[in-house]
């Protein structure tokens, strides 16, 4: 039986790379994707850290691109050869919600590498990976384009996620208030340009994510040196941000996004919460009318196609965001790294 | 001078009538009305029972329609002997939240009968009223329909106020549930009848009120006796409502409207809050990716042409809960009626 | 080998029931479903009269439903038993049309008894049929609502197709006039009155059909007696309907539609045209601002739900146009009768 | 009595600079403004041309901008001071198509420097012009942004029109073709680009409008050189594109336009048309389920402030188009020059 390379989390915070059997039956739909290169996302530190409890020995990742190899029944749209960024997020396409196009709230939703809950998928960090749904949850990527392929890469999670946190809510010419600099909420930033902001402001502690914030257009506020409201009103003739992002999730991040939008205005929440209740200002929210959209939404399939586009177009470049490229051999090192907050963003590459 | 009688909040708890001077001047944009019939509104209660702090003496009313006598410069759609319904809300019509289609939250609303910190408007609830902006808050009777004063009367107020609550958040076919059936309650659950929604749940303890909700094709739920959320999941094959509107207004009202919407179904909250913080159940509210939509959003103006054309099509009646009709000489009694909740909806008569 | 009945297009104007094989090997996605009821749609017309040409002994019928006896693997949402109708579009769920939600502009769309240009699927008139990509084309039959196979039957084309052409152009409370009391113009009609509209105007020359949509509360307007556009100004202090459906299909109704809409107002053209080009009324259709919506649209499957829902509600009736029941046996008696237009529409039992 | 200069076009072909008198009285809603620059615009060689007839003497133009020097009556956003540019179209505001946010179709709609049948509005080609209902058609300039008075110039009319033409049909990601470069489809063109589309193709014959388009960002196609049908199937896998906006105004232009949307794409016109009736290929207009948007529409006040924020952020740069730039004076020689078609674009300097 052929074997493959591939990330396992044993148990919380203990990551190995071990030999196991490579997927060889394909079912109706699937395709087997040859991984080429895959990333390590924010909500992979959950199960890593132990937060969100997963069962023993799952392979994870969630974030990855590459060459489909081999073609279950059932798949119309690709061929052994073709190259294709997936989404995390596998939805049906045909039930209640998937119908009301919101593929994230699919009643059948899974997530590669979650474990049980989310549909017992293998994770993509591995050198091969079965992808189900394939037709709703592959896009090939774009030839002749201005992307590369670490851009493309990322419009499987973090560039769709902040992405949508944006567009959903939003109208050309807006100014938009993005709370926590982080790799989604660099992502919202740049979206936010993308689409034809009049402004977009970024509230975050960390210089260098200010700093490639700046490099996108933004106007930059650390809140230890510049209260974000004053920040925000100064610039929008006192009214509020017409959208905001909290894309930093914790509590007083929470509390703050609701005091940034205007009137009538906007709050989407890409971030991730697992609070059970919190104490809100509710009073300001529905005095203010505050819309809150696109949180949680999770409807990475929905707009894979726009972002894949914006990148093509040369509008995105979430490339940028990479701070590490390393062989999946050092995974546990990676992963190290990463919870350390060492790296913004780190690549593995599954041939080494 | 000429003068007239006007319903007079002398301070909490004491309404008095009083002969007052007559308006005659009209600036510019102004026209004085003949006010024909007038109602006591849900938010009339805050300045009455103190809970809305207003300075002494204000007059107060913002439901009331009636026939223009006389129309100031610059007003262009209307002319002396227009019978008109007039909104609550009164907007400038030009400021950037006007320019968004908000006018709820235009920068310098101004709301009738409700004191210097909503622009000083003289109250409805006398024999005359002047109406600045009548281009924009005011809206010709129509002719020839099937609704009569009484139902296009509530489109200045609760009749709109209910409708957005559903329309802001609805597709046909929805099911909508609703939480509250006062005034504003059963309008909601008439609009969305009226716009086609596949089943509207109404849940409230009071039997007569649920009773009024079933005469418009509710379904209806008594906490007391029934689990809404069961029955709401129990109608939609466990998904839960599409659309949930709160027009009850306290928090253990709104806790059990956050637990009412599907995954990515959107919550309306048209009820009044006055509470600072409350705490919420924010996971519930995150993991299900709930939109909150038309809370605390006051667009009259923009949903008047709406519901006067569907109450004038058959398909809205508010009038069926008025529950009073009494002269504006005995509005003191009235409003204690109304305080201790023996009335509905009562409609105050300025003539007698 | 098991056999069965089906209506078989012999040629132009011949038609004939005849002993075919059952089918029953499937494929991925398929389903095998027992037709309970199947009708005779307008669009037969065009094969049945050589207009639209097809190749000899097609098995037609695109309107049906019944219960599904066996299932293919990929299906997810059915099982054997499931009661369901079909909808006449079968799209592929996964192309860059389907992505954008047209699912009738879908680049590899199917339709049921059209032959081998539109995917060569056997047609619904028969005592069973397969249904390809069931989880997308098929919908379960509402339970516990208020209306009947014979009112669900029609969701599969016209209900949805007439549906379609108000609801994507319509607000609430607008003024819409329908051109043509055909089957689609009544399913407009209704759907117009369902969804809110202010006033419907249908325009016809048959006396019946106006009378049939009287009995929805549309108003009617026999173009032989009064001028349409004079009616409709009428209507409309002078300013013209909202929203016109062309629901007739030739030129003389065509160029009447597009004098119906007010300034900046829409038209949607359900009605089946195959003129390669006409000589329209540009200079009104761009002075006006005139928008063409939904015209040729056909995304019956994307309109399924709301049509369904809004039946089990109570607010569309379309089983009110069924004219004849006659047993399929009777299928080219049937054909000469719908052909003459001695029927408005004709119910086939294939199980007679 | 004070005087000033202005442009008169005395009758067709025949432009003086006269001496006229200095408006001063302002009525209710209206400013005086100090016009610092002004520009011919294509629509303004309708009456030069004798094409659209208007009364002798008239006072022309319609695209200027200025500084407030005096406010009339009932004015709320502006003091004298203020630096502002202004709609050429003036909408009323509160109409019922104003209130359906169609402001171009507003029926009192009045247009400067058109005669009798458009308000009867002296032009802006002067040193002083009056600006009725100013808090609806006057947008501030932004301060601090990336613009120049140049650029914002031109959001008062074609600026304003090839964005709507794109805006109002569009998805970011995109594919839309423009065809004809003049300064609309130069002006849609580089609104495509800036709201996020995927590609831009323009089409015209003009090499200098060519590579105008290309330093935007564009793809060009001559179709003296290329089929623009090939080259744009060529681009979209066979699909067509997405948007098309015809912004040359024949009817060789407007049957290429229609042949160039993808199945259930939109087309836009916002170029000028003066044929009653043209023989249009309807049967792919049908087939194809193309959507006519935004065609004739001319809602300026509902986009200045997109462009305005856009042009203040850097992503519409319509200054570039400029290819004249003359003291008022030579209006006469300045109109020849772009009637002759030697000029792009001419702007007037009022004071010399």
New interface residues.
Partial sequence: MATMQAVVLKKAYEIAVEEVPKPSELG??EVLLKVEQTAICGTDLGPYSGKLELEDDVRIGHEFLGTITDVG??V??FDAGDRVVVSCVVN??????C????P??C??VMIFGLGLTFGNLDGGQAEYVIVPNA??CCRKLPEGGAGTDEDYLFVGDIMATGYESV?AAF????TVAVVGAGPVGLCAAMSAV??????VVVIDRVAERLKEAESYGAITVNPDETDPVDAVLDLT?W?GADVVVDAAGHSSA?NLAFRLP???GSLS?PAV??????????????????????????NIPRYM??????I??G?LNPARMISHRMPMSQAAEAYRLFYERQATKIILDPTR
Same sequence: chains 1, 2, 3, 4.
Avoid: F
């Fill in positions: 109706s739909g029944p059932g119309n749209l049906c396409g045909h039930c209640y919600l119908r009301k196009n919101q994230g709230k009643m059948g037709d709703l567009r109208e050309p010419g807006d993308a689409l034809g902001a009049r402004q003739d009214r929470l205007r009137a009538g929440v919460y697992v609070d059970e209740t919190l104490d809100l200002p509710w009073g300001e929210i529905w005095l203010k009318g505050i819309r809150l959209v696109a949180s949680g939404a999770m196609d726009e972002t894949l586009a914006l093509a177009a509008k």
